[in-house]
T-cell receptor, first 116, second 111 residues
Framework: KAGVTQTPRYLIKTRGQQVTLSCSPISGHRSVSWYQQTPGQGLQFLFEYFSETQRNKGNFPGRFSGRQFSNSRSEMNVSTLELGDSALYLC???????????????FGEGSRLTVL | DQQVKQNSPSLSVQEGRISILNCDYTNSMFDYFLWYKKYPAEGPTFLISISSIKDKNEDGRFTVFLNKSAKHLSLHIVPSQPGDSAVYFCAASPQGGKLIFGQGTELSVKP
């Protein structure tokens, strides 16, 4: 069973640019969550999608957005990049069938974004 | 505000001894708790979980303890092995809510 796949794995952008990250969940998983990992801050929740609808949202500015497609694949976008957006962005999927996104989240390896 | 806190950024333990990783939370609505392990260049992987109706859950060398009155949980690894060296994240969730992670504790198990 293929795991969660994130692309690209590494990317470098400059301030002011925008970036789109992609996540393909495990087959059969309908919930996709995005997290930002920075040193000292741990994993900060960005948002969660279930059946193409945003179900939960973290405390990030509107520059961070996401969406989910009918095949459960998800993308997140960050516009007007700032230096502080440099981080590892992790995507996680789960079955999420009960409306309670607990239990195991299966994480991808992440997309390492560097903003210069 | 940090609803889930891991106050020790790092921990060093000798091989064969017990590793104890601690986690505190502030939200009394949390009713499900998990630990994840993360190696460099990999995504976090699920380790063990506990529901608020229990105070202990054991899986092999890993045991999680939950003290609801103190809003505290801990992960015990006995005996610790060099392969356990990783960053450990605790996480908590309220009913129907998102999973909130702590900052992580980097465990180093020395041979």
């Amino acid at each position: 069973k293929a795991g969660v796949t994130q692309t690209p794995r590494y990317l470098i952008k400059t301030r002011g640019q925008q970036v789109t990250l992609s996540c393909s969940p495990i087959s059969g998983h309908r919930s996709v969550s995005w997290y930002q990992q920075t040193p000292g801050q741990g994993l900060q929740f960005l948002f969660e999608y279930f059946s193409e609808t945003q179900r939960n949202k973290g405390n990030f500015p509107g520059r961070f957005s996401g969406r989910q497609f009918s095949n459960s694949r998800s993308e997140m976008n960050v516009s007007t990049l700032e230096l502080g957006d440099s981080a590892l962005y992790l995507c996680a999927s789960s079955k999420g069938t009960s409306g309670r996104n607990t239990g195991e989240l299966f994480f991808g390896e992440g997309s390492r974004l560097t903003v210069l | 505000d940090q609803q889930v806190k891991q106050n020790s950024p790092s921990l060093s333990v000798q091989e064969g001894r017990i590793s104890i990783l601690n986690c505190d939370y502030t939200n009394s609505m949390f009713d499900y708790f998990l630990w994840y392990k993360k190696y460099p260049a990999e995504g976090p992987t699920f380790l063990i979980s506990i529901s608020s109706i229990k105070d202990k859950n054991e899986d092999g060398r890993f045991t999680v303890f939950l003290n609801k009155s103190a809003k505290h949980l801990s992960l015990h690894i006995v005996p610790s092995q060099p392969g356990d060296s990783a960053v450990y994240f605790c996480a908590a969730s309220p009913q129907g809510g998102k999973l909130i992670f702590g900052q992580g504790t980097e465990l180093s198990v020395k041979p």
